[in-house]
Every structure is written in C-alpha cells, then in structure tokens.
C-alpha cells in the first residue's frame, strides 16, 4: 500500500496507528472555477453580492441582498450558471498539478450547500419562512438547485478525481439546529441522499461539513452513507456519537476552535492541551482525523507540534511506514 491508501484507511473507520493531519496529510483544494462564493468581496456566479468580513477573515452575503424577491417567482428570476462555458479538463490539470496522489489525501471542498444556497439567494429569514409557508416553491427550488450540484460533483469526480469530497452545508447553530429535524427531514434529507450517493458514483468518498449542533440528525446522516464528518465542533456531545457510529462515520475535526483556536490571546499552552485533549478523548479507535477548522491560522505550527508527538499512540497498525 502507499502511504495515501494507508491513509485513506481511517475514512474506511479503520484504526492504522497514526492519526492523520488535514496540515501534513492532505492536498486540499476548494475550486477556483466554481464561483460559489468570492474569495473577498464581489458577485458569485448566481449574482448573488458578497462582502469580505475581516472578524471571521471570509466573505459574508451583503446585508440586505436579495436575489429572489419572492420564492413564487424563482424559475423567473434565478439564472443557474453555465457549467458547459468552462474548459473543466484545464482547470482541473491547473488545481490539481500539485497534488502528491502517492502520498496525499486529496481534499475537495465544496461550499455552499442546498441549503446554504436558498439562503443566500433570499436571505436566512425568508428561506427560514419558505419552509412553513410556501413548502411547495421551497422543495421546487431545493430540488433544482440539488440538481444542479449533483451535475457540479460529476464534474468534479470527472475532472478533479479527489479522495475526499467536503460538501458543505451548515444544518446548526452553536447550540441547536437551525430548523427543526422535522423540517430537516422534510426538505434535505432525500436531496442529501440524491448528493452522497451521486459522490459515491464518482469514486469519492463523501465528508458532510455542518458547522453548530447537529446530534439531533447524526444517525441520519450516518443512515445516508456518509463516509466522514466535519468539523463536530464540541457544542455536541462529540465522544458519545464516536462511540456509537466510529463503525461507520469517519470523525474529522471535534476541536474547541472557538475558544482556544481562534481566541485572540490564546497561549501556546492553551493551544497543546486543547490538541491533546481532542486527541486523547477521539482518537482511541481510529476513524479520526485531526482537522481543527479555524477563521485564524497562527496557531498550525504550534498545533502541528503537538499533534506529532501524539500521533503514533494510538493501537497498533502500519505506523512504521510513515517514519
């Protein structure tokens, strides 16, 4: 096996005896050519205007930005993007041409999600709203924009051909859902499904990336088929799901970013226990892989550091080979 199947063990839940890093294991890439979201501020490829935010160092859709004036009026209003307009195979050879596929994962980040997208196409209130009082407009546009991605994923499968496919799509605040699982079920879970199996096709394996508190639809998700998830920030009760679907569910992240990561002020010893606290409490078992997803990055070498001197502790496997 080369170094990057050994890897990709621990996304088939499998305990190798070392603890890959998304810093020192991975390629990663979120495509320059599909323009979901500007990297600073500017339009997306849906027309949809963002602003860059230097407090969370990411663009956020402009207040007040509107780009449907009414769910009734989507097929009128929404203009998809050209997917045929774009040379995929040149774009993919320019990401890609230094990836290390011997020795790597590569990682694919997909962002802005179904729902994500309502939202940013009509505002979070009015998605929000959709779903209680136009239910029927609201699926019709969850089913064309699902469409549309799944056409995205076989482009990328097609042309890309990552390890890892992060499909993101934030379902939780830092404390509860963003809706309730009823409606989840309702609108997400069959178009959701339609997603990771679509990534499946492709060759990829699927990582559902929901930022907040998602125990509610864990097990839902690992009924899906997902192959791994992100970031599980720890506002869940992080080793209790590791205990039930580690079998299952690849655990990629379960770090207190918020408070320690990207506190300002945050001390280097701060930094060590809050890797070594994550890597004791998840990485028994295998089916981990460290990723604290982070709006700051000062703290990586420190993290990385730590993160070696831990990452050889856990279970017997093929550790040797990565000396």
């Known amino acids: 096996m080369t170094r990057r199947e050994q890897l990709l063990e621990v996304y088939k839940h499998k305990n190798i005896g070392y603890v890959p890093c998304f810093f020192t294991d991975m390629d990663f890439s979120q495509p320059v050519e599909i323009n979901e979201r500007p990297k600073g501020s500017g339009m997306d490829w849906f027309g949809v205007e963002w602003e860059f935010v230097p407090a969370v160092m990411a663009p956020m859709v402009k207040p007040g930005t509107k780009r449907l004036t009414n769910i009734y009026n989507w097929r009128e209003e929404l203009v998809f993007p050209d997917l045929t307009a774009i040379d995929w195979e040149a774009a993919a050879a320019r990401e890609t041409a230094g990836w290390d596929r011997e020795n790597k994962i590569s990682f694919m980040m997909l962002i802005n999600g179904i729902f994500e997208r309502t939202h940013a196409l009509m ?98 998700l690992a009924e899906l088929g997902i192959d791994a998830i992100d970031p599980l920030q720890v506002t869940n009760p992080v080793r209790e799901l590791k205990n039930q679907y580690q079998d299952r569910v690849t655990f990629v992240g379960g770090y207190n970013n918020q408070a320690v990561y990207d506190r300002p002020g945050v001390t280097e010893e701060e930094i060590r226990q809050e890797t070594r606290r994550a890597m004791e409490e998840l990485a028994p078992g295998g089916s981990f892989v460290a990723f604290p997803l982070t709006v700051t990055f000062d703290f990586v070498p420190v993290f990385i550091d730590e993160h070696m001197k831990h990452a050889f502790r856990f279970g017997e496997g093929q550790a040797d080979h990565f000396d």
């Open 123 to 220: 505002g979070f209130e009015d998605a929000l709203c959709a779903m209680y009082e136009e239910p029927e407009a609201y699926h019709e546009l969850v089913d064309a924009i699902t469409d549309y991605k799944l056409e995205v994923i076989r482009i990328i499968g097609t042309y890309y051909k990552p390890d890892v496919l992060s499909f993101h799509d934030d379902f939780g605040a830092n404390d509860r859902m963003l809706m309730s699982t009823a409606l989840w079920e309702e609108f997400f879970k069959e178009p959701l499904s339609r997603v990771i199996a679509e990534t499946h096709r492709q060759g990829m394996l699927y990582e559902h990336h929901s930022c907040g508190y998602i125990a509610p639809i864990f097990g839902q």
